[in-house]
């Protein structure tokens, strides 16, 4: 139920620094976001299988949102999460969580987010769901929107719309 970053010295210059992200314990529905109308929108694009990048700053409610959308998918359709830090919680019989993996020590057994994407690809999802685009899997994401899965979710830090299909792009072509 949390996320827990720690940096010490030599890398955090002035001590030890530690901080815990808390989840919350119950899922925000949709209307703890938006106003109705808003709200329709949302619905009828998850529905409609329309593909949803939530874009916003660091503690903004991105993947709280997420949530929110994710927990509208029908819940006979097969649902592949891929996270770093896997935060997502969807309701359904047919969802399947995977979470990347930093390498040891010796700087080996690392999963990435982009290699559990791949994979994702051949586990017959019907949608795919990437909890945050933030390096070179935006170019597996965009592969698997263009290759018949419809309706999949994702986020990314960006300041707005705009922002986001640039950062998206940009992220692409680091690939």
């Known amino acids: 139920g949390s996320r827990v970053n720690v940096v010490i010295p030599p890398l955090a210059i002035d001590g030890p620094c530690l901080t815990i992200r808390r989840f919350a314990a119950d899922a925000l529905g949709l209307d703890a976001f938006c106003a109705s109308e808003v709200g329709g929108l949302l619905r009828w694009a998850v529905d409609a299988r329309q593909n949803v990048v939530v874009s ?15 927990a509208m998918v029908d819940p ?3 649902v592949v999460t891929v996270e770093d830090a896997a935060e997502l919680r969807f309701p359904g019989r047919h969802v399947v969580r995977l979470e ?7 700087g080996v057994g690392g999963v990435r987010v982009r290699d ?3 994979n994702a690809l051949r586990m017959r999802p ?4 990437v909890g945050e685009v ?7 994401m965009v592969q698997a929107l263009s290759t018949g899965h419809d309706g999949s979710l994702s986020t990314c830090h960006a300041n707005g ?4 299909i640039r950062r998206l792009e940009a992220l692409a072509a680091m690939a």
């Open 56 to 70: 916003g700053a660091t503690g903004a409610g991105k993947t709280s949102l997420l949530g929110a959308l994710g």
């Open 76 to 78: 006979t359709e097969r």
């Open 100 to 106: 990347a993996r930093p390498p040891n020590a010796d």
């Open 116 to 118: 559990l994407l791949r």
């Open 126 to 129: 019907d949608r795919i769901v």
């Open 134 to 140: 933030r390096g070179a899997e935006a170019f597996d």
């Open 161 to 164: 719309p705009l922002d986001a």
